[in-house]
Each structure stands twice: as C-alpha cells, then as structure tokens.
C-alpha cells in the first residue's frame, strides 16, 4: 500500500474537501396542518402523525 512521500498541505486538503456539503433535510406536509415537518416524525404543530393523533400539544 502506497504512503505519501511528503505532506500534504492544509490548502490541498481543503480544495479536495470543497464538495463535502451538508444536504438541507427533506421536508414533509402534515397531512394535519399542512405545516413542514420531517418525514417519518411526529408533527410539533398539531401532533398528529400519520393521519391520527399521538401527541397533546400545549401551546406556550
């Protein structure tokens, strides 16, 4: 297996890193509300998951 002979700077390092982006999540409708949720999690507006309730939600 092949070594590198010499150290590779900070700047090469980075120019190979610049592809290395964080994707925005994927949002979901609430099929309740219509607010934008993550897909498979329960909705904090309205806590319904799935067409039926599973969380009491106290407004602040």
């Not at 190979?16 to 509300?33: D, E, I, W």
């Not at 904090?44 to 106290?58: A, D, I, N, P, S």
Request: with cysteine.
């Amino acid at each position: 297996m092949g070594l590198p002979k010499r150290r590779h700077s900070q700047t090469r390092g980075r120019k190979r890193r610049t592809h290395y982006k964080a994707a925005t999540p994927p949002l979901a409708v609430c099929s309740n509300c219509g607010s934008a949720v993550l897909p498979h999690r329960v909705c904090t507006k309205c806590g319904h998951y799935k067409g039926r309730k599973v969380l009491e939600v106290t407004e602040p």
